[in-house]
């Protein structure tokens, strides 16, 4: 884990649960999928990717600001998007190299 002025940053899905399990505010969350190696393309495994903490979003609710999903898995990052938005939570989808971009756009609107 390496923190960053104001922000935590993790490789890990657990221990990114386990952060948002004690912090009772978050304005981003930047989540990807594919957090190790060639497992995280295997149709179906869950855990230690981006979608186990979209899970536990989903039966936890906690207060954030907005949620990015930066992954670039075509077939990852639409369903955990769409399990974000069904929960309610304000998410977008964007690559890293498009987020200036979308940022800017928000702001204009």
Same mark, same amino acid.
């Given at each position: 884990?390496?923190?960053?002025?104001?922000?935590?940053? @993790?490789?890990?899905? @657990?221990?990114?649960?386990?952060?948002?399990?004690?912090? $009772? $505010?978050?304005?981003?969350?930047?989540?990807?999928?594919?957090?190790?190696?060639?497992?995280?393309?295997?149709?179906?495994?869950? $855990?230690? @990717?981006?979608?186990?903490?979209?899970?536990?979003?989903?039966?936890?609710? @906690?207060?954030?600001?907005?949620?990015?999903?930066?992954?670039?898995?075509?077939?990852?990052?639409?369903?955990?998007?769409?399990?974000?938005?069904?929960?309610?939570?304000?998410?977008?989808?964007?690559?890293?190299?498009?987020?200036?971009?979308?940022?800017?756009?928000?702001?204009?609107?």
């Amino acid at each position: 884990m390496s923190f960053h002025p104001s922000s935590i940053v @993790t490789s890990s899905s @657990t221990s990114m649960i386990e952060i948002l399990s004690c912090i $009772k $505010k978050v304005s981003y969350l930047f989540l990807d999928h594919d957090l190790f190696g060639e497992a995280a393309f295997i149709p179906g495994i869950v $855990k230690g @990717t981006g979608m186990e903490v979209v899970e536990w979003l989903e039966h936890n609710r @906690t207060n954030i600001y907005q949620i990015v999903v930066h992954s670039r898995n075509g077939i990852a990052a639409p369903v955990m998007l769409d399990r974000l938005l069904k929960a309610n939570y304000s998410a977008i989808g964007c690559p890293f190299p498009l987020l200036v971009l979308q940022f800017s756009q928000q702001q204009r609107t």
